[in-house]
């Protein structure tokens, strides 16, 4: 069977190693020039920033981080950078603070230093989101690329181990999502498959010695592989789903991927055998569904909608926001019925495997 496909690879400066967060920010600091650094931190990460930041000259330290990057919020630290003539943008954190950064270098064009804490990966891509009277809107700009990550698994260590889970899980999602996505190619595949493979071996070992590096280490590698697969392929169904759901229903973005990720997996995996055979084989069990769910249970992972404030009330305006924004290469045909079939299914943590088409037929019957 002959090969066709366009992949469009980003260019990105990545170090990776614990315990060099310090060194080698340093070192990227004097590598680019810059003379007026911007530090951004939540509160609760500041004093974690200061050690990653002890041997720059900072120019402003921004603490303001709120999750879904409200617009009032980014346009506050845009203003802020502008009037500090700030040149570069450091960011030490998960998501939120990645996003708030993107957000910064989307209208002022600050180059960014990435430097997470977590697994979600939006350092690795080139996707903002900002959040505005209740909406998510996420696009695509090579300007909010982080010319450089710096990856240190130390960082990782305050993390809690049922955020990291949850966190984790959100970094799989981007694997599983990068198989189906709109641009989906061999090489994310590829990638994707390394994601999980890596993150199944990492998560576990967190769960099992919090303390320990090696485990975070190797969910460090397989979140930036995830990440790095989905920036080419693009958001897929599961994505456009949680966007939704963060967005409009305020609800924490790890704990929503890591409770949504298997219903889609059920939903799609009929659909589409080549990707369900990939994921499976990275798991290293019979079907996709079934090392998800085996990994899902060794790692007590999030499980309903419901424990983190959805309610059956906001199951049709979910459907509503969420199904124009799902692409129409999703592999199984997406509906409102079937949408909330799926949504219903999550609220309560019921089995994904509802959702195949025979259990969606008989349950229409």
Not at 152 to 174: F, I, W
Request: net charge negative; aromatic share 4%.
């Amino acid at each position: 069977m002959s090969l066709a496909f366009e992949h469009v690879t980003l260019g990105q400066r990545v170090l990776f190693g614990s315990g060099k967060a310090a060194e080698h920010l340093a070192a990227e600091v004097s590598r680019l020039g810059a003379g007026r650094v911007m530090v951004i931190a939540s509160e609760f990460e500041a004093d974690l920033a200061r050690t990653v930041a002890a041997e720059i000259e900072v120019a402003l330290w921004h603490q303001e981080v709120i999750m879904h990057v409200p617009v009032e919020v980014a346009e506050r630290a845009r203003t802020a950078a502008v009037q500090a003539g700030i040149d570069l943008i450091v960011c030490v954190g998960g998501g939120s603070t990645t996003g708030l950064a993107k957000a910064i270098a989307l209208t002022t064009g600050i180059p960014i230093l990435a430097v997470p804490t977590t697994y979600a990966g939006s350092e690795a891509t080139n996707v903002w989101g900002l959040t505005e009277a209740a909406r998510k809107t996420t696009g695509v700009d090579d300007q909010v690329l982080p010319a450089t990550v710096i990856y240190d698994a130390g960082l990782t260590l305050t993390l809690p181990v049922e955020l990291s889970v949850a966190s984790g899980l959100n970094g799989l999602a981007h694997c599983v999502d990068s198989l189906w996505g709109p641009r989906a190619d061999p090489i994310n595949a590829a990638l994707a498959a390394e994601g999980i493979r890596a993150l199944a071996a990492g998560l576990p070992a967190i769960v099992a010695d919090p303390a320990g590096l090696e485990g975070r280490e190797q969910a460090l590698y397989g979140a930036y592989l995830a990440a790095v697969a989905f920036a080419s392929a693009g958001s897929g169904m599961h994505h456009k789903i949680c966007h939704v759901l963060g967005g409009t229903f305020n609800l924490p973005h790890a704990q929503t991927h890591a409770t949504v990720l298997p219903y889609v997996l059920a939903f799609n995996a009929p659909h589409a055998p080549q990707a369900e055979a990939r994921i499976a084989a990275a798991f290293g069990t019979g079907t996709a569904l079934e090392g998800l769910q085996a990994l899902r249970e060794q790692l007590d992972a999030p499980k309903a909608l419901a424990d983190y404030g959805f309610t059956a009330d906001g199951i049709a305006e979910a459907v509503a926001v969420a199904l124009p924004a799902i692409p129409a290469t999703n592999p199984r045909p997406v509906t409102a019925d079937n949408l909330t079939a799926l949504l219903a299914a999550a609220l309560t943590g019921a089995d994904p495997a509802t959702l195949t088409d025979d259990a969606l037929e008989g349950a229409r019957r």
